[in-house]
């Protein structure tokens, strides 16, 4: 009873992390009034939004966001990881009672996460749908949000499981549990680092979109230092081209910093390290790249019709990037393993 316990106890301090990210990111962006939806996002939830023209007028605009906000995630996972592993034995069973327990509260925060959409945003749809073919959008436009519940409670217990699993990972491999030791304190100094910085270059706004999507933007620039472009595919006149995100040379040499997971696999034969290495890296950047999509739709529905009108897409290429994490991690593996035999030369 006293595993069931603490399995209900992590699942609750998780949502709270998330919640509690949520809103201090969107406090400072002056957004709170939409934490619960940027809750169930952070999961996988889509949220979709429609709007009807008031006076009657027979047009509906209809959309949907697909965009996680990883930092958000991530908050979730280290504390929900970090109450399960903190005792030994029993891991399962936590773990078994925190899945559905996640899944549940997110569920319901999901179903919370309704409301309207201030004018300013309902102004913009106005305007790109005015940019509809032939379909004039007379008048005021009022418009809702909502979140999906069954892909949010679905995402939400994938992450659970994830964790579950990267938690029994650690327990019977001690170099994965190292791993995650390693890193602990780097991403709290980058965590803290970049808002600080966003903070103080760029105002209150820029730190909270910071906090809310820093993961996405440290995958960005890693990519675009490997070698991986992104790309925005907008499909309206209203949305600009922005084409291909591509890197400047200098930066890919730089990222090949890639290798400090060398540090999780410190023993071994250096060949043998560097493939373990250049498999993890490898990995890992195609699971990023694909967390750190972003898409919107919208469309237009009249008379029984539906015609599209608004599908812009971030995107990168995941077998890019496989082979250029993979590519970065093995090179890095042994670079630092190099650097490792030098070091110890000159003691001596």
């Known amino acids: 009873m006293r595993e069931v316990v603490r399995g209900l106890a992590a699942a609750v301090a998780a949502l709270l992390a998330m919640a509690g990210v949520a809103a201090a990111g969107l406090a400072l962006l002056g957004a709170v009034r939409f ?16 709007a009807v023209p008031s006076g009657g007028f027979p047009v509906a605009v209809r959309g949907d966001l697909h965009a996680i906000p990883l930092g958000v995630s991530l908050a979730g996972a280290v504390v929900l990881g970090w109450l399960l592993r903190r005792r030994d034995g029993e891991l399962l069973v936590r773990g078994a009672v925190a899945v559905p327990a996640f899944a549940a509260g997110v569920a319901g925060i999901a179903a919370l996460a309704n409301g309207k959409l201030p004018e300013a945003t309902t102004g913009g749809l106005r305007g790109c749908v005015s940019a509809g073919p032939g379909i004039p ?76 999507v820093l993961p996405q933007l440290v995958t960005g620039a890693v990519l675009l230092g490997l070698g991986v472009p992104w790309t925005v595919a907008p499909a309206l006149p209203c949305v600009p081209d922005f084409g291909h995100f591509t890197p400047g040379p200098w930066v890919s040499g730089a990222l090949l910093l890639v290798s400090v997971l060398v540090l999780v696999v410190r023993r071994g034969d250096p060949l043998r390290r560097a493939a373990v290495v250049g498999a993890v890296a490898g990995g890992v950047a195609v699971v990023m790249t694909l967390l750190s999509r972003v898409s919107a739709d919208v469309s237009v529905a009249a008379f029984g019709f539906s015609v599209p009108v608004l599908d812009v897409r971030l995107t990168a290429n995941p077998l890019l990037a496989l082979a250029a994490g993979a590519l970065a991690g093995f090179a890095g593996s042994l670079l630092a393993g190099a650097i490792s035999v030098s070091s110890r030369a000159w003691k001596r």
């Not at 964790?163 to 304190?185: D, E, I, K, P, Y």
Request: with cysteine; glycine share 16%; proline share 5%.
């Open 35 to 50: 934490t619960p939806a940027v809750v169930a996002l952070a999961v996988g939830g889509p949220v979709d939004v429609e």
């Open 137 to 212: 959008v007379p008048g005021r436009v009022d418009a809702g949000f909502s979140v999906a519940v069954g892909p949010a409670a679905l995402g939400a217990a994938i992450l659970a499981l994830a964790v579950v699993g990267a938690c029994w990972l650690a327990t019977r491999f001690l170099s994965v549990a190292t791993g995650f030791r390693v890193l602990r304190w780097p991403l709290a100094v980058l965590v803290v680092g970049g808002t600080a910085a966003a903070g103080a270059f760029g105002g209150a706004a820029a730190a909270g979109g910071v906090l809310l």
